[in-house]
């Protein structure tokens, strides 16, 4: 099981590799990164060797469209679009939330920097989408995994 110092030191690690200061987690190991208007939430769970990544997206009205919900469903249908993560909405605020669960062992630090960027850039294609979609300058109709994914059969969505 790593400790916090494995994390703290896995950190060091990962901001060589990415060319990052200040990446220092608090005491219960929580961490807060800010790359332009993106702000990434990172907390290290040592009980069970997990980072726990999330990025809010943006805020999800009660009245947003169905076909934006299908969109969401469809691209993190097992992951296929999210890179492994999911995403959420918090109920307090209505605000849509990208997450993703990381394991520390056997963690390489160049491709958590990596997957640090990914996630920040995926963060704002998803902003960009989502505002779109919800402006109404997005086609949302119907959405289907491509029939090449290993997920196609599985996971066919319909509304």
């Known amino acids: 099981m790593a400790t916090m110092e494995d994390f703290k030191l896995f950190l060091e ?8 200061e200040g990446l220092v987690p608090s005491e219960d190991g929580l ?3 800010k790359a332009g208007d993106i702000e990434m939430g990172m ?7 997990k980072i726990f990544l999330y990025t809010e997206v943006g805020y999800l009205p009660e009245n947003a469209p169905t076909s934006l919900y299908r969109t969401l469903l469809c691209d993190q249908a097992a992951g296929y679009r999210t890179g492994g993560g999911s995403f959420a909405i918090v109920k307090s605020t209505s605000n849509l939330i990208y997450q993703l669960v990381y394991d520390i062992n056997p963690a390489e630090p160049a491709t958590f920097a990596q997957l640090l960027v990914n996630v ?3 963060t704002s294609e998803w902003q960009s989408k989502l505002s779109a ?3 109404g300058e997005e086609d949302t109709s119907s959405p289907e995994i491509p029939s090449d994914s290993p997920f196609s059969e599985l996971f066919a969505i319909r509304v």
């Not at 990962?14 to 990052?20: D, F, K």
């Not at 907390?43 to 060797?49: E, R």
């Open 120 to 122: 920040l850039e995926f």
């Open 133 to 135: 979609m919800l402006n």
């Open 31 to 33: 961490l807060q990164l």
């Open 43 to 49: 907390q290290f769970i040592p009980s069970v060797n």
């Open 13 to 20: 690690k990962v901001a060589w590799e990415a060319g990052l």
